[in-house]
């Protein structure tokens, strides 16, 4: 009956309750000595043109966790976040994602990195100074440097975000905002924050061909986007039929499984950026 089933839900409920607060415990403490020990690592991820060219590259972090194997963000950003350490990786990631676009600088490709800071780290009083110290130290060019942040920016000072944006923007950075659609920001935020992209969320992108409210709203995106004067970016497309509706929409830029999954530095290098042989020295 009702009742045992109550009971027995509570008895195998409340064992893993424990072990899954143990575990965030252990989870923490393992992060804290993560970057030292330089298990994080970077993927990166193309962002494509109309045209197929490799525009951009998005950092992804990932942790090569010494007993639990290669983990995604999802996996620890929210503990990252709780515990502050977030601060941390994403200094590690800004000073990693400068590091790579010098590389690629130096080797003569002309792509973006867009790179994802969580709204903690934009609040930093000395965040703008960490992110041009990162450009300064590693030579990099701030206009090939775009930053992506999302619609929790706007849930403190948005006065104060804007300063920031508009000191970043003055060097040349440029900004996306990601996942839009999925956070509870007022419209009305948008033409004061100076944008250069919106993000689809991925799973409007996901639901677009089979439901027509998704599909609706995807081109209403489009839509806001062109009239503010932003790019689109479309994340998480996977197949043909999605980027041929997008691209009838008027989707300027395309990020998901069907171009490229997540990759290291080499492979990326390898498949997606065009060959400099022919390169006049
Ligand atoms: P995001 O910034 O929206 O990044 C896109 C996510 O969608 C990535 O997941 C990517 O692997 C995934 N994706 C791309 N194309 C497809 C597709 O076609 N299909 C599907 N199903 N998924 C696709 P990932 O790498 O697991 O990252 C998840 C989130 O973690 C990111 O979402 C971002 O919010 C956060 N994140 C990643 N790296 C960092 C970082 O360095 N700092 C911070 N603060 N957050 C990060
Ligand atoms: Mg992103
Ligand atoms: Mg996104
Ligand atoms: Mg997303």
Known sequence: D???????????FAPILQVSLDEQARLENDLREAVRRQELLLYFQPIVDEAGNTICAEALVR?????????GPAEFIP?????????GIGQW?????????ASWSLAGHALR?????????????????????????????????????????????VDEVIAKMAVLKAHG????????????SSLSYLQR?????????????????????????????????????????????????Q?????????????????GKPMTAEQLALRWLPELDSRPQ
């Open 93 to 101: 990631v800004m000073e990693q994602a400068c590091d790579q676009l």
């Open 2 to 12: 009702a009742k045992s089933a109550g009971r027995n839900t509570f008895r195998f």
């Open 243 to 259: 980027r041929e509706f997008l691209a009838t929409s008027g989707c300027d830029q395309y990020q998901g499984y069907l171009i």
């Open 113 to 157: 990195v867009a790179v994802n800071v969580s709204a903690r780290q934009f609040r930093q009083d000395d965040f703008v100074d960490q992110v041009l110290h990162a450009l300064r130290r590693n030579r990099v060019d701030p206009r090939h440097l775009k930053l992506e942040l999302t619609e929790s920016i706007l849930l403190h000072d």
């Open 63 to 71: 942790w090569r966790h010494p007993e639990r194997g290669l983990l």
């Open 193 to 241: 924050l100076p944008f250069d992209q919106l993000k689809i969320d991925k799973s409007f992108v996901h639901d677009m061909l089979g439901s027509q409210n998704a599909a609706t709203i995807v081109c209403a995106i489009i839509g806001l986007a062109a009239s503010l004067g932003m790019d689109v970016v479309a994340e998480g497309v996977e197949s043909e039929q």
């Open 79 to 87: 503990v990252a976040e709780k515990s502050g350490l977030i601060l």
């Open 173 to 184: 950075i440029c900004f996306a905002l990601d996942d839009f659609g999925t956070g509870c």
